[in-house]
């Protein structure tokens, strides 16, 4: 969970609008950064304990579990 400073008062998770605005400059946005971060846990950790911790159906994140990573998805660098 991504908190800001007036988030962290309500204990809720920053907006969609302001993580997109933070993340801009970089030109990645939120969903491209959630894939990411799952593929690699996925693929480093046990799928169904990342399923757990992350209240998700484990047949939600087998699609992110890969031995090869197509160079045309990645983002340019």
């Known amino acids: 969970m991504i908190a800001t400073r007036i988030t962290k008062t309500v204990r809720a998770p920053a907006s969609t609008a302001y993580v997109s605005h933070i993340l801009d400059p970089c030109g990645i946005g939120p969903r491209t950064l959630r894939s990411t971060r799952l593929a690699d846990l996925v693929n480093t950790l046990d799928p169904k304990l990342v399923a757990a911790a992350l209240g998700m ?4 994140v087998m699609i ?3 031995d090869h990573v197509d160079a045309g998805r990645l983002p340019d660098q």
């Open 64 to 66: 992110y579990l890969s």
């Open 57 to 60: 159906d484990p047949e939600g």
